[in-house]
């Protein structure tokens, strides 16, 4: 069970509209094996006059609470941290469905054994220094090739997040035109927290292991929220209770930090649902595409 902290014109076409009114905007830090130590995380608020509040979080500790979650009714609009697609290019040599809903299924057809053979077979026959292939979004937003099985376990992030978002109609922009009223969107934190340091490399603000969680991480924690509130993702400030900012500053695994920079780049989306969520217009539709990432 989840613990509570706190219209298109045409149906048929995957860029859909955006519902009228305002939504509620979600971020969601995902974990592909959900339970109690370690819950898909989610952060929900409103967004209004160029700021998100953050109301409360919800933990869902199993993924049956996390499909419950997704079909509530909108209108919503979450920025979800997994990749909602995989490179076109390995598709053909994998021998791979080329559209979203079909590349979708196939996968949850072969389950996580399945998918684990499949990639490790696709990745014994590249060369070395090779072994992955990316989307074109992973090299503009320098983030981990979905084919990648551990540190992070990305494709099975895809095979699970993926899934529920098509099994429960959730609208994707771009790549699957489902409920108008609950849109998702594809975020990512690890670009996000870049883009609020001014960093170029990797930024270490986390660690789920305790034996490497460091002060200086805390420090990095205490100024991505001092960023956030002053100056704001993309010009989107968060506000939130004294006790919740102490929450993000504290968490050592950063999930609820995560959560809320979701929901900030998802905002950020939401601000510019008359032109495509900010997203590309030239998306590649089996891929997809991180929200607040420039196309190139």
């Given at each position: 069970?989840p613990c509570v902290?706190?219209?298109a014109?045409?149906?048929?076409d995957?860029?859909v509209?955006?519902?009228a009114g305002?939504?509620?905007?979600?971020?969601v830090?995902?974990?592909s094996?959900?339970?109690?130590?370690?819950?898909?995380?989610?952060?929900q608020?409103?967004?209004?006059a160029?700021?998100?509040e953050?109301?409360?979080f919800?933990d869902?500790?199993?993924?049956?609470?996390?499909e419950t979650?997704?079909?509530?009714p909108?209108?919503?609009?979450?920025?979800f941290?997994f990749p909602?697609g995989?490179?076109?290019?390995?598709?053909p040599?994998?021998?791979w469905?080329?559209?979203?809903?079909?590349?979708?299924?196939h996968?949850?057809a072969?389950g996580?054994?399945?998918?684990r053979s499949?990639?490790d077979?696709?990745?014994?026959?590249r060369?070395v220094?090779?072994?992955?292939?990316?989307?074109?979004?992973?090299a503009?937003?320098?983030?981990?090739s979905?084919?990648k099985?551990?540190?992070p376990?990305?494709?099975?992030?895809?095979?699970?997040?993926a899934a529920?978002?098509l099994?429960?109609?959730v609208?994707?922009?771009?790549?699957?035109?489902?409920?108008?009223e609950?849109?998702?969107?594809?975020?990512y934190?690890?670009?996000?927290?870049?883009?609020?340091l001014?960093?170029?490399?990797r930024?270490?603000?986390?660690?789920?292991?305790?034996?490497?969680q460091?002060?200086?991480?805390?420090?990095t924690?205490?100024?991505?929220?001092?960023?956030?509130?002053?100056?704001?993702?993309?010009?989107?400030?968060l506000?939130?209770?004294?006790?919740m900012l102490?929450?993000?500053?504290e968490?050592?695994?950063g999930?609820y930090l995560?959560?809320?920079?979701c929901?900030?780049?998802?905002?950020?989306?939401?601000?510019?649902?008359d032109t495509?969520?900010?997203?590309p217009?030239?998306l590649?539709?089996?891929?997809g595409?991180?929200?607040?990432?420039p196309?190139?």
């Amino acid at each position: 069970m989840p613990c509570v902290l706190g219209s298109a014109s045409d149906p048929t076409d995957p860029r859909v509209g955006a519902p009228a009114g305002s939504p509620l905007i979600h971020g969601v830090d995902f974990t592909s094996a959900p339970r109690a130590a370690k819950p898909i995380t989610v952060a929900q608020g409103h967004f209004s006059a160029g700021t998100w509040e953050l109301e409360r979080f919800e933990d869902l500790t199993t993924f049956d609470a996390y499909e419950t979650w997704l079909r509530q009714p909108g209108p919503w609009v979450g920025g979800f941290d997994f990749p909602f697609g995989l490179p076109r290019a390995a598709l053909p040599d994998l021998g791979w469905p080329l559209s979203w809903p079909e590349l979708t299924q196939h996968c949850t057809a072969l389950g996580r054994t399945g998918m684990r053979s499949a990639l490790d077979t696709y990745r014994a026959g590249r060369p070395v220094g090779s072994k992955f292939c990316f989307r074109r979004g992973d090299a503009a937003a320098g983030s981990h090739s979905p084919l990648k099985l551990v540190n992070p376990p990305v494709a099975l992030m895809f095979l699970e997040g993926a899934a529920r978002l098509l099994s429960t109609g959730v609208s994707v922009p771009g790549m699957f035109a489902g409920d108008p009223e609950r849109i998702a969107l594809e975020a990512y934190p690890g670009y996000a927290v870049r883009r609020l340091l001014d960093a170029r490399a990797r930024v270490s603000y986390k660690n789920d292991a305790l034996n490497k969680q460091t002060h200086e991480q805390r420090r990095t924690r205490e100024r991505i929220v001092e960023r956030l509130l002053q100056e704001g993702l993309g010009g989107i400030r968060l506000r939130a209770a004294p006790s919740m900012l102490q929450r993000l500053r504290e968490d050592v695994r950063g999930d609820y930090l995560d959560a809320v920079l979701c929901a900030l780049q998802a905002a950020w989306g939401w601000q510019r649902k008359d032109t495509f969520y900010g997203l590309p217009h030239d998306l590649d539709p089996v891929e997809g595409w991180i929200v607040t990432v420039p196309g190139r």
